[in-house]
T-cell receptor, first 113, second 117 residues
Framework: KNQVEQSPQSLIILEGKNCTLQCNYTVSPFSNLRWYKQDTGRGPVSLTIMTFSENTKSNGRYTATLDADTKQSSLHITASQLSDSASYICVVSSTSGTYKYIFGTGTRLKVLA | DGGITQSPKYLFRKEGQNVTLSCEQNLNHDAMYWYRQDPGQGLRLIYYSQIVNDFQKGDIAEGYSVSREKKESFPLTVTSAQKNPTAFYLC????????????????FGPGTRLTVL
């Protein structure tokens, strides 16, 4: 069964600190992996997307990594800011079937001053 | 100003009523999607459409209905048959037919929060 699991479920850090969020998946055949940021009460916004051949992608203070062999991805946030407080959702796409997006349940990040 | 819009932002429904959530996009995207999000849970697919006048059920379609008469519009009706409709509803669109290609990023609307009174 295609699944995407994220950890931790929630995380609290102090402003200025770094953190890493994890995403493990069992989706096959694999097409690509996206990380979204969702502010409370808003729609998700895409941060990064990686295909099988890409093992790292940066977007400002956000850096995503992908290990297609172990089927793991991480999202590293550097020098966190209060505005980073949000849910981060990992979405894996497959190349089979008519609908191909498998969503993780997200990690809720809270950055404290 | 291109994007995907949803209305209303907040919606209240009495038991037994049907309500319709609006979703419009001017991105010229072929595919559109409706998701439901409950607290502490991931997004669950209700319906999706890959082309005008065609749509498919998602994982939790019971109690919902959709139409796709225009490329730009994909309204969702929450019927009285949906016994637990209180949730946050998200509409999304993508450029291709949901084939999962790298360019097939989903763009989400701002959401509608539906509450049953």
């Amino acid at each position: 069964k295609n699944q995407v699991e994220q950890s931790p479920q929630s995380l609290i850090i102090l402003e200025g600190k770094n953190c890493t969020l994890q995403c493990n998946y069992t989706v096959s055949p694999f097409s690509n992996l996206r990380w979204y940021k969702q502010d409370t009460g808003r729609g998700p916004v895409s941060l990064t997307i990686m295909t099988f051949s890409e093992n790292t992608k940066s977007n400002g203070r956000y850096t995503a990594t992908l290990d297609a062999d172990t089927k793991q991805s991480s999202l590293h946030i550097t020098a966190s800011q209060l505005s980073d407080s949000a849910s981060y959702i990992c979405v894996v796409s497959s190349t089979s079937g008519t609908y191909k997006y498998i969503f993780g349940t997200g990690t809720r990040l809270k950055v404290l001053a | 100003d291109g994007g995907i819009t949803q209305s209303p932002k907040y919606l209240f429904r009495k038991e037994g009523q049907n309500v319709t959530l609006s979703c419009e996009q001017n991105l010229n995207h072929d595919a559109m999607y409706w998701y439901r999000q409950d607290p502490g849970q991931g997004l669950r697919l209700i319906y999706y459409s890959q082309i005008v006048n065609d749509f498919q059920k998602g994982d939790i379609a019971e109690g919902y209905s959709v139409s796709r008469e225009k490329k730009e519009s994909f309204p969702l009706t929450v019927t009285s048959a949906q016994k637990n409709p209180t949730a946050f509803y998200l509409c999304a669109s993508s450029i291709a037919s949901g084939q999962g290609a790298k360019t097939d990023t989903q763009y989400f609307g701002p959401g509608t929060r539906l509450t049953v009174l």
